[in-house]
């Protein structure tokens, strides 16, 4: 099972909140990064949390049919025949081009509503978003349309948690392409709506960057980037904790492998546990022989590959683990997600969101 902290999320929400002041924007695509998209999207709403984002339509009804009124953006292009579904769903698009645009006009025309959408400009991403010099005419073209409001104005940062000079100089050079943009859709005489760029890294590292809104995603799930000293740059708490339980323990003789492939072999006779937790769960096959997992007050090494439904662990031969104990993979007491990540060479966003559907979340307040 997957324990979720809602206090820690309360208490990351807090500390942001306190370092910016600025309105908040949620992340919650990919099922809140695998935290359980309706829960997360509930208690940060009930904890001042402005906005909510998703990446695809089907996210955005899910969050609807589970009673959220909240504003919800939607930070992905989608096909043209899920237009109508986004327009019922009442989901704030980030659009920017002229083709896509005349699309959500048609929707939002033949549904008789007026859609909220937000002019994304392309500052360096180079993912989605319109060129700095076209912001201006495509902001009137939103704000002219009878059937389309210009909610708000945003783009994204490309390396703003970084801590490197010249990736936070690439951050700066975004930010003044934005600001100029912003300006020239001022001096256009149109409202740009609300200002939003910061993600995680912008949050942490730019305070110029900030202006209306902020969109920190694995921030306030509990992830910081690192200072110069490679550090965590904030305070904040990982709200997941992969829990499981030894299931079997048996000895093993001196000499005998383990598992698959048989890339583990008994340096002496040891207690192996078995743990009802593998890839199939979304646990990293690289992991296998590569990391600790804690049972009882002790670290311990998986030991052999990982299987789809379950692992081992060398509890060694003096352990007093018993049948049934739990056991920690990460989070909580142990190594937290940013640290499976270091070792697997990838981000904590890829952690959390791979632990899938089969394991429960079990909320913890
Ligand atoms: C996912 C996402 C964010 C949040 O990013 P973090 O790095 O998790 O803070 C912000 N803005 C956009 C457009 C995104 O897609």
């Given at each position: 099972m997957a324990n979720i902290h809602l206090d820690h999320l309360r208490e990351n929400i807090a500390l942001v909140r306190k370092k910016t002041g600025k309105a908040i924007c949620l992340p919650v695509k990919a099922d809140a990064y695998g935290h359980g998209a309706l829960t997360i999207a509930k208690t940060s709403l009930a904890a001042g949390v402005e906005y909510l984002a998703v990446a695809a339509v089907e996210e955005g009804e899910e969050l609807r049919q589970g009673g959220i009124t909240a504003p919800i953006m939607l930070l992905s292009v989608v096909l043209p025949e899920e237009i109508d579904a986004l327009i019922a769903m009442e989901l704030e698009p980030l659009a920017g081009d002229d083709e896509y645009i005349t699309a959500l006009e048609g929707g939002a025309a033949r549904a008789g509503k007026t859609l909220s959408v937000h002019l994304k400009i392309d500052t360096?991403?180079?993912?989605l978003g319109c060129p700095p010099g076209e912001a201006a005419a495509l902001a009137s073209r939103i704000a002219e349309s009878?059937?389309?409001?210009?909610?708000g104005t945003a783009t994204h940062f490309?390396?703003?948690?970084?801590?490197k000079p010249e990736d936070q100089a690439f951050t700066s050079h975004q930010w003044e392409t934005f600001h100029l943009a912003v300006k020239s859709i001022r001096d256009a005489g149109i409202d740009p709506g609300l200002i939003h760029a910061a993600n995680t890294g912008a949050v942490t590292?730019?305070?110029?960057?900030?202006?209306?809104m902020i969109r920190p995603g694995i921030l306030l799930y509990g992830y910081a980037p690192e200072n110069k000293e490679g550090k965590p740059a904030l305070a904040v708490k990982p709200l997941m904790e992969l829990k499981s339980a030894l299931v079997f323990i048996k000895t093993i003789k001196k000499g005998q492998s383990l598992s698959y492939g048989r890339t583990w072999t008994a340096a002496e006779d040891t207690l192996i546990g078995t743990i009802p937790l593998g890839y199939g769960d979304g646990l990293s096959r690289l992991l296998s022989n590569n990391w600790q997992v804690l049972a009882g007050k002790e670290l311990r090494p998986l030991a052999g590959r990982i299987c789809m439904d379950q692992c081992m662990v060398d509890?060694?031969?003096?352990s007093t683990a018993r049948r049934w104990d739990p056991v920690t993979i990460f989070g909580g007491p142990a190594p937290h997600a940013g640290i499976m990540a270091a070792r697997l060479n990838t981000i904590p966003y890829e952690i959390t969101c791979n632990i899938n559907k089969r394991v429960p979340r079990v909320y913890i307040d």
């Open positions: 360096g991403m180079g993912r009878k059937n389309l409001k210009l909610a490309a390396v703003s948690d970084s801590a590292f730019h305070n110029d960057a900030w202006f209306d509890l060694g031969k003096n």
